[in-house]
T-cell receptor
Framework: NAGVTQTPKFQVLKTGQSMTLQCAQD?????MYWYRQDPGMGLRLIYY???????DKGEVPNGYNVSRLNKREFSLRLESAAPSQTSVYFC??????????????FGPGTRLTVL | GDSVTQMEGPVTLSEEAFLTINCTYT??????LFWYVQYPGEGLQLLLK?????DKGSNKGFEATYRKETTSFHLEKGSVQVSDSAVYFC??????????FGAGTRLFVKA
């Protein structure tokens, strides 16, 4: 039982490049989330997926897209990276309201630097 | 909108000292409240939670009581250890699928 896994762990991009951050969970959770963590700002929600087949914007969605590929996987794409997207990105999952579990389980994070 | 405010850090304590990290919240309805902990180089993990007023969450010697009258959920530990050095996040979930996190408080414990 690996929990929530993320790849890659580190990435350096040049401005304008694109990349996809991968996330998978093996806990059969309904809901999945992408956050970014910046110094002094806590975690800010980028996008979330309440259940398979649905995605919704969070607090800071501009410059990002997501895909809920199946129940296990939720990817985050940067189409044209900007230095302002330098951050640590965390994926999380939870059982969701239907399963009565509101605790979120986090992956280890991806540290992204955009030059 | 919903929000969480927690004390700024860093907090530096000597081993075996008493710890308090303050957290207050603003929310409509009746939120669930959480403390998450992030150890260096890792993701967040749940430390404790409380789902209704006057509930006390506890884990690993840490405690927090859901105080609706003061809209607070302060984290306490009677005797900290070096291994407790981490960043602590207060959070709330007021309904729906979104959890609101505070900015985090970094704790350093010296031997």
């Amino acid at each position: 039982n690996a929990g929530v896994t993320q790849t890659p762990k580190f990435q350096v991009l040049k401005t304008g490049q694109s990349m996809t951050l991968q996330c998978a969970q093996d806990m059969n959770h309904n809901s999945m989330y992408w956050y970014r963590q910046d110094p002094g700002m806590g975690l800010r929600l980028i996008y979330y997926s309440a259940s398979e087949g649905t995605t919704d914007k969070g607090e800071v969605p501009n410059g990002y897209n997501v895909s809920r590929l199946n129940k296990r996987e939720f990817s985050l794409r940067l189409e044209s990276a900007a230095p302002s997207q330098t951050s640590v990105y965390f994926c999380a999952s939870s059982g969701g309201l239907l399963q009565g579990t509101d605790t979120q389980y986090f992956g280890p994070g991806t540290r992204l630097t955009v030059l | 909108g919903d929000s969480v405010t927690q004390m700024e850090g860093p907090v530096t304590l000597s081993e075996e000292a008493f710890l308090t990290i303050n957290c207050t919240y603003t929310a409509t309805g009746y939120p669930s409240l959480f403390w998450y902990v992030q150890y260096p180089g890792e993701g967040l993990q749940l430390l404790l939670k409380a789902t209704k007023a006057d509930d006390k969450g506890s884990n690993k010697g840490f405690e927090a009581t859901y105080r609706k009258e003061t809209t607070s959920f302060h984290l306490e530990k009677g005797s900290v250890q070096v291994s407790d050095s981490a960043v602590y996040f207060c959070a709330l979930r007021a309904g729906g699928f979104k959890t609101i996190f505070g900015a985090g408080t970094r704790l350093f414990v010296k031997a």
